[in-house]
């Protein structure tokens, strides 16, 4: 039976959405996909649905009997009642053309054998013609995830209409009311009519608890999406991007979206259909009085004149208030994270100073903000209300002539109050879309950034690492208006060899660790590892085979088993245990009170800045990286933690190629060459014998040293 071909596979839906690529001409690497989604093992619908987004594919799972599956977009994949996968290539009424991940040749399945084994669950595909990267950010970006909720929407809109149908009853109903019922005293009209409020009062109630609930859903699903893109975006950015701006900028800018999707879901919607009925209502007034009629609409012209007058001062006030706003977050987060050095150099009162400054040139231009929002909303509210008392001053005139009814004047009046609402509501949304529009410039800055390479867009998928390293005239420089940190720079190092990198601080040693790594982008040149161009591999692809050390390693607030494991969850307790010996770890973890599942504390404030040390070396090894990086790994630790590193280089070392770059010359002993870095030029390469019978910067330097520790 075709059902026992897949039993033992666990991988049956990663393969087969490998087929699903290359039917859209798109090449899967497995064990990538599954790094993208931080998931090795047990691939499900949701994981696919994913990865397939992440590669351009439209993808969604639905339920699907068998009956329907010949009207569906084939080939899809099918879920199996034992939670393995099959491709449905072609089907009709009696049999489906099936493709099984393991088998080359398709397979004919009867319809009667097929639904025994079939859950009811599909995985539908169409490939994307555009992306959201093809298209400038702006609110047409927004879109398309606001159209894919249409059903939902459409029925906020529909309750929205019937509330505004109902609308034009009750105003008729009160005409009735005071015309007839008060004149002739008929109890029974009067009794029919208020029977026929409440039930219209009660339908609009419940209409509008029904638009509330669904909205509210709806508005939920699209404001994890945005942020969710938002997010996977933020993480695709170069590194470079990051560097450049404050962490308290960045995040100021990843909350305006909320002001985006506010805009979006929120009043416009309604507002679209009660502008819309504004045209009945006009009609509707018409039909009682052209001269009153009129008079109403005389006021739209000066709320559009309000508007005008108002929109460049509020634009201008919105820009100051994100601007103050985004230094006093980004202050914020700067002294909370620099607390320790604040309390070391009692700079409390100074600092406090400074943030109340901030904070207040930010409640000032917030108070500007508001005032010209408050005054443009006042100012309109007014003319709205002098053009009532006009409306109540003619009409009584009519009432007093006879010319009209007391009933078709409230009539008129509470229609007329229909038309001045929404307009009165398009003045404020006209405010909240120059909000949204500030907003968008503001993120702007995050999604018209170009993202590094991406899984969809791999043009190598970099294979195994032997070690090899070379630049080929390679120059870089952080912008154009800055001189070069890295001049013309050639070298090659030998997979396998351990090389140190010396030099003054400033002179580009960590630029080098950083364009290897493809966090930086050579501007002139060429930089390849096993002979392979890194600038057309997968970034992904690349870093995971590369390990890095840096002078001051992040840790989450996780267990020490989770921070060594982040990169590679599939690792055993006894993997994790290994190169936690290596890395002279493995001791002080069992001393701790839950050893490997004791918690770190945010950036690892429960350890010492050796035991860090040493953590970040273990999770470095892990991978078994075939090029490791020490990028002053050992500068700040104590001579206990560097002489443990030390003792277990060797070891640490093995079977890679391995770059130290040190301030401590004495960190560089088992070093097979050493580079010489002067001002972003490499001026010496050799062994450490050749380079101090050479007499130069090395020598400089290593004597200096050796001064150093005789006194």
């Known amino acids: 039976m075709q059902e026992e071909n897949i039993k033992d596979d666990k991988d049956t839906a990663i393969k087969c959405l490998g087929i699903i690529m290359q039917f859209h001409d798109i090449v899967l690497n497995e064990e990538q996909a599954k790094h993208s989604i931080g998931k090795y093992e047990d691939i499900n619908e949701i994981d696919i649905v994913t990865i397939a987004k992440n590669m351009n594919l439209k993808s969604k799972i639905a339920d699907i009997k068998y009956d329907k599956l010949e009207k569906m977009v084939l080939p899809a994949i099918a879920k199996l009642n034992d939670n393995t996968y099959i491709i449905i290539a072609k089907a009709d009424k009696e049999k489906i053309l099936a493709l099984f991940p393991d088998k ?38 927004f879109i398309p995830d606001i159209i894919k909720y249409k059903k939902p929407l459409s029925q906020v809109l529909l309750a929205a209409f019937t509330m505004q149908v109902l609308g034009l009853f009750t105003p008729m109903m009160m005409q009735v009311v005071i015309d007839k019922v008060l004149v002739h005293g008929s109890y029974s009209t009067l009794n029919v009519l208020a029977v026929g409020l409440v039930i219209i009062t009660i339908f609009e109630c419940l209409m509008q608890m029904a638009r509330g609930y669904v909205f509210s859903n709806t508005v939920s699903k699209i404001d994890v999406i945005l942020g969710a893109r938002l997010f996977r975006h933020l993480f695709t950015l170069p590194f470079r991007y990051f560097e450049s701006r404050r962490v308290g900028d960045t995040i100021a800018r990843v909350r305006e979206l909320e002001n985006i999707r506010a805009f979006l879901t929120g009043t416009p919607l309604t507002l679209l259909i009660d502008t819309m009925f504004v045209v009945v209502y006009i009609a509707v007034m018409f039909f009682y009085n052209t001269k ?126 229909r038309v001045s609402s929404p307009i009165l509501r398009l003045v404020q949304v006209w405010q909240d879309f120059q909000q949204t529009s500030v907003s968008i410039d503001r993120l702007s800055d995050i999604f018209n950034t170009k993202a590094e390479t991406n899984i969809q867009n791999t043009k190598i ?25 890295i001049s013309n720079m050639n070298f090659k190092i030998n997979a396998g060899e351990i090389i140190g990198v010396v030099g ?30 890194i600038s057309l591999a997968d970034v992904s692809s690349l870093r995971r085979q590369i390990g890095v050390v840096l002078q001051e390693n992040f ?66 090894l892990l991978t078994n990286p075939k090029i490791l990086i ?36 004495s960190t560089l002993k088992d070093a097979d060459k050493i580079m010489a870095i002067d001002k972003g030029r490499l001026i010496e390469y050799g062994t450490k014998q050749e380079l101090l019978d050479k007499k130069g910067l090395y020598y400089y330097l290593h004597s200096k040293q050796e001064r150093g520790n005789i006194c």
């Not at 601007?323 to 006093?328: I, V």
């Not at 998928?461 to 120059?475: A, D, S, Y």
């Not at 918690?599 to 999770?619: C, D, H, P, W, Y």
């Open 630 to 665: 020490f990028d002053e790994a050992t500068s700040a630790l104590d001579y206990e933690s560097e002489s443990i590193i030390q003792n277990n280089l060797k070891q640490i070392c093995k079977d890679k190629t391995v770059i130290i770059i040190a301030h401590r010359l």
């Open 292 to 417: 009153l009629t009129l008079t109403v609409l005389l006021s739209l012209p000066i709320f559009a004149l309000i508007s005008i007058i108002v929109t460049p001062i509020f634009k201008a006030r919105l820009e100051e208030r994100f601007f103050t706003g985004a230094k006093e977050q980004a202050y914020l987060v700067e002294t909370v994270t620099g607390v320790q050095t604040i309390k070391s150099l009692a700079l409390e009162n100074q600092i406090q100073r400074k943030f109340e400054e901030l904070i207040s040139n930010y409640i000032k231009s917030t108070f500007k903000t508001n005032i010209v929002s408050t005054n443009a909303s006042a100012i309109a509210s007014t003319v709205q209300k002098i053009f009532d008392i006009i409306i109540l001053y003619l009409g009584a005139h009519l009432v007093i002539s006879q010319k009209m009814s007391v009933g078709t004047l409230i009539a008129f009046r509470m229609l007329s109050s």
């Open 504 to 533: 003054r601080s400033g002179s580009g040693k960590s630029t080098i660790s950083k364009l290897i790594q493809r966090l930086y982008i050579p501007e002139v040149g060429k930089i390849t590892i096993d002979k392979i161009d």
């Open 461 to 485: 998928t970099m294979p195994e690492i032997k070690g090899e390293i070379e630049f080929q005239n390679v120059r870089f420089r952080y912008n154009t208006e800055q001189s070069e940190v």
């Open 555 to 620: 840790l989450f607030n996780a267990t020490i088993k989770e921070n060594i494991s982040i990169h590679y969850p599939k690792a055993t307790i006894e993997q994790i245990m290994q190169v936690c010996k290596i890395a002279g770890a493995h001791d002080f973890i069992l001393e701790l009170p839950n050893g490997y599942d004791e918690m770190v504390g945010e950036n690892g404030t429960g350890l010492s800045g050796g035991q860090k040390q040493r953590i970040a070396i273990a999770r470095a």
């Open 104 to 141: 080359n040749a398709p397979t004919i399945i009867k319809k009667d054998e097929f639904t025994k084994i079939y859950s009811g669950k599909i995985i539908l595909f169409t490939k994307r013609y555009f992306t959201k990267s093809d298209v400038i950010f702006g609110i047409k970006w």
